[in-house]
């Protein structure tokens, strides 16, 4: 992975829509233009990675600092790469250094995707779900979620 940058913002949109057309077809919301245009309009090259596989570009991820956590979002991969453990790669090395912050990490998903499955194998439970949208989250190991700072007591004990 590398850091993405402003001129990543076209393949990233082509990708995107590749990737959602089937899920969107089926839901009945696929729109050519506006697939791209939603992703231009959120594409920040400040939280957002390009996945590279033998030098060309194969994907990207964002993972954007929200209140208590991270959202998860903008993460496609070439259909040619789907399960050969690139993405689940990918998403185990975000997580993990989510988990070394004690933080959650959330993201939706699009009802009926096959990519539900493999937020499930890395700890994502449901939220909600709406007629399109799952919304959905995962907790730090407790092991790993900051403490409280012990309470000092004054006066005697």
Same mark, same amino acid.
């Given at each position: 992975m590398r850091p993405a940058t402003a001129a990543d913002v076209e393949p990233v949109a082509e990708l995107r829509a590749v990737v959602l057309r089937p899920d969107l077809?089926? $839901?009945?919301?696929?729109?050519?233009?506006?697939?791209?245009?939603? $992703?231009?309009?959120?594409?920040?090259?400040? #939280?957002?990675w390009v996945i590279e596989e033998g030098g060309a570009f194969a994907g990207c991820v964002a993972l954007r600092p929200a209140g208590d956590g991270h959202w998860l979002e903008h993460f496609? +991969?070439?259909?040619? +790469? #789907?399960?050969?453990?690139?993405? @689940?790669?990918? $998403?185990?090395?975000? +997580? %993990?250094?989510?988990?070394?912050?004690?933080?959650?990490?959330? $993201?939706?998903?699009?009802?009926? @995707?096959p990519a539900r499955r493999l937020y499930e194998r890395h700890g994502f439970t449901v939220e909600t779900e709406g007629p399109v949208d799952v919304f959905m989250v995962? %907790?730090?190991?407790r092991s790993r979620r900051p403490r409280p700072a012990p309470r000092c007591r004054t006066g005697p004990t």
């Amino acid at each position: 992975m590398r850091p993405a940058t402003a001129a990543d913002v076209e393949p990233v949109a082509e990708l995107r829509a590749v990737v959602l057309r089937p899920d969107l077809e089926r $839901l009945g919301r696929y729109d050519a233009r506006r697939v791209r245009e939603r $992703l231009r309009d959120a594409f920040d090259p400040a #939280h957002t990675w390009v996945i590279e596989e033998g030098g060309a570009f194969a994907g990207c991820v964002a993972l954007r600092p929200a209140g208590d956590g991270h959202w998860l979002e903008h993460f496609y +991969l070439d259909p040619a +790469l #789907h399960g050969g453990g690139i993405g @689940s790669g990918v $998403l185990r090395t975000l +997580l %993990e250094r989510c988990d070394r912050e004690g933080a959650v990490v959330r $993201l939706d998903v699009l009802r009926g @995707s096959p990519a539900r499955r493999l937020y499930e194998r890395h700890g994502f439970t449901v939220e909600t779900e709406g007629p399109v949208d799952v919304f959905m989250v995962r %907790e730090p190991p407790r092991s790993r979620r900051p403490r409280p700072a012990p309470r000092c007591r004054t006066g005697p004990t």
